[in-house]
């Protein structure tokens, strides 16, 4: 299956869930469709298998899928009525100021960067929860629950309060983290021998919880290697 391990963490009948991978795509790519994408990936070993949300192609996690049209169509619904818990793990550059908040900015595409999403009063309605699970000297580890599903919503409102997620191409500062960041008094040469931990945006998507057909669901997918090891170094390092 090339270099993308796609590992199915939940199927039954109706639903089946993948941890998906850094790197790759969750649908075809619209212009590039020989592009590795999840849905490809578990269209060949399922006659009918139906996307439900979408993850950007950097962010690592839970991606589920319905395997009939009538699930399909129930299971978007309570997405759309936001009554399906999303949770992720980031790892933002500094911190909220509160330990926990909601912030709520409406969202729009940016007219000057085309593929960029910005806060704009006549956007749409954006609300994002946050806890904040971990503070250090420069970076700060966030639990966050969005309550809508606006692209790029989550990077969009970390960005805006001044804490972006690390290693975010699109709003953030840096686009790699190595341990020459976050040991900031490491001496040259362990710069030039250091190699990176993070390069692409520091997003998971955790955990997925909700009712259907009476059934409690509660998926979960562990925090992926890359996160782990940048969080490691910076409780190590950033105090």
């Not at 900031?184 to 040469?189: E, Y």
């Not at 955990?207 to 925090?223: I, K, R």
Request: charged share 25%; with cysteine.
């Amino acid at each position: 299956m090339n270099k993308h391990q796609v590992s199915v963490i939940f199927e039954n009948d109706y639903l089946l869930a993948i941890n998906k991978p850094s790197g790759l795509l969750s649908i075809p790519d619209r212009y590039d469709k020989t592009l590795p994408c999840a849905y490809h990936f578990l269209k060949e070993k399922h006659e009918q298998i139906f996307i439900l949300h979408r993850l950007d192609k950097d962010t690592s996690g839970i991606l589920l899928f319905a395997k009939d049209p009538e699930t399909h169509q129930t299971v978007n619904g309570m997405f759309e009525h936001q009554e399906i818990e999303k949770t992720y793990q980031c790892i933002t550059e500094a911190y909220p100021v509160d330990n926990e908040g909601m912030i709520d900015m409406p969202i729009a595409h940016d007219p000057s960067h085309p593929g960029r999403m910005t806060v704009h009063p006549k956007g749409k309605t954006c609300i994002t929860k946050f806890l904040v699970l971990q503070r250090f000297k420069h970076f700060g580890h966030i639990q966050v629950s969005p309550k809508t599903g606006r692209t790029h919503q989550i990077r969009v409102h970390f960005a805006f309060i001044g804490s972006p997620l690390v290693c975010d191409p699109l709003y953030g500062i840096r686009k790699t983290l190595g341990i020459q960041d976050i040991k900031r008094k490491a001496k040259r040469i362990d710069i030039e021998e250091a190699s990176y931990l993070l390069q692409r945006t520091a997003l998971h998507a955790s955990q997925l919880s909700f009712v259907l057909n009476g059934e409690n669901y509660l998926l979960q997918a562990p925090m992926p290697k890359d996160m782990n090891a940048a969080l490691k170094q910076i409780e190590k390092w950033d105090k």
